[in-house]
C-alpha cells in the first residue's frame, strides 16, 4: 500500500464507522426520543384529543358610515307585478302609476296617473326599465319643470315589502346576532373602532357595554351576571353600538392582532 493512499482509506473507515454508530442510535429508542425533542407534526397534532373551543373576535365597523342607509331585500325585478301596498301617502300604490317623493314630508304622492302617459323618453325609460327616475318631468309627462324624484307605484310596493331602506348598522347588527344566536362551541369578542387611532374591545371605555360587559372573547355559554349568559350581554353589546368613529382599519387590525392572542386574552 502507498504511504499516499493511507489517509484516504483512514477517512473512509472513520466516515463508515460514524454513519453505522448513527444508524444504531436512531434504532435505539434513546435516540428516537432524541431526534423528537423538538415539537414537530407529530408533536403538535396528536398530544391531546380535548376539544377546543375557536376563538373569534369580531370587528364591528362603527364609523359615521354605518349611518347610511340601503335598501335591503332582493333586486327589484320589472317584469313582476308586486303586491299592492299602502306605501304612497298611507294608501294603495297603483303598479302603473308613476308618484313623486316629497322630501319635505318623506312621502310619495301621485304624480301620473300611468305611466304610458308619460312623454319624455329617459324618464319613461328610467321608470319601465329601474322603477325609478330622476331629472325633471312635469304632470303632463314631458321633460320639463322642476327636477326631482319619481318612481313607479310597482316599485315603491317592492321597496316597502322587502322592508324599505334601512342603516348599514342595522343590517350589520342583524347578521352578527343571527351568527352569534346560532353558533354554538366558539368564544366569541367585540372590537370597534376608535375615534381616530386603531380599536379597542367594546366595553371597554365606552357606554355600550350591557350592564358593565366587556366583550373579551368569552365563553358564550357561560353566565355574566345572575341568569343572564355572556351570548345574551354581548347580543346587548352589539345592539347598542351607533355608528359615531372614523376608520382608523390598519391600526385596529394591527391592535386586533396582540388582543386575540393567547397571552392577552381576558381569563374568564
Not at 504511504?3 to 453505522?20: F, G, Q, T, W, Y
Not at 301617502?89 to 317623493?101: D, I
Not at 321633460?143 to 307605484?153: D, Y
Amino acid at each position: 500500500m502507498s504511504r499516499e493512499s493511507s489517509p484516504r482509506i483512514k477517512v473512509r473507515s472513520l466516515a463508515v464507522a460514524l454513519l453505522a454508530a448513527f444508524l444504531v442510535l436512531a434504532a435505539s429508542p434513546r435516540g428516537a426520543a432524541a431526534l423528537d425533542q423538538y415539537p414537530g407534526d407529530t408533536v403538535i397534532y396528536g398530544v391531546s384529543t380535548g376539544t377546543i373551543q375557536p376563538n373569534v373576535l369580531v370587528i364591528l365597523d362603527n364609523s359615521g358610515s354605518m349611518s347610511g342607509e340601503i335598501i335591503t331585500g332582493g333586486p327589484y325585478t320589472p317584469s313582476t307585478t308586486y303586491a299592492v301596498t299602502n306605501g304612497c301617502s298611507g294608501a294603495a300604490c297603483q303598479s302603473n302609476a308613476v308618484y313623486k317623493w316629497k322630501s319635505g314630508e318623506n312621502k310619495w304622492v301621485s304624480y301620473i296617473a300611468n305611466v304610458s302617459s308619460v312623454t319624455c323618453t329617459k324618464a319613461r325609460n328610467g321608470l319601465n326599465n329601474s322603477g325609478m327616475y330622476q331629472g325633471k318631468l312635469n304632470t303632463g309627462g314631458a321633460c320639463s319643470g322642476k327636477s326631482g324624484s319619481f318612481a313607479l307605484g310597482n316599485y315603491i310596493n317592492w321597496l316597502t315589502a322587502s322592508g324599505g331602506y334601512r342603516t348599514k348598522m342595522e343590517v350589520a347588527q342583524e347578521v352578527l346576532a343571527n351568527l352569534i344566536n346560532t353558533t354554538s362551541g366558539v368564544r366569541f369578542g367585540l372590537m370597534l373602532f376608535n375615534q381616530s387611532n386603531g380599536g379597542h374591545i367594546a366595553g371597554v371605555g365606552d357606554s355600550y357595554g350591557y350592564d358593565g360587559y366587556d366583550a373579551y372573547v368569552k365563553d358564550m355559554d357561560e353566565v355574566f351576571s345572575g341568569s343572564t349568559t355572556n351570548r345574551t350581554a354581548l347580543l346587548n353589546t352589539i345592539n347598542n353600538v351607533e355608528p359615531s368613529t372614523w376608520t382608523p382599519a390598519s391600526r385596529n387590525l394591527r391592535r386586533r392582532t396582540t388582543r386575540s392572542s393567547p397571552a392577552s386574552l381576558k381569563p374568564l
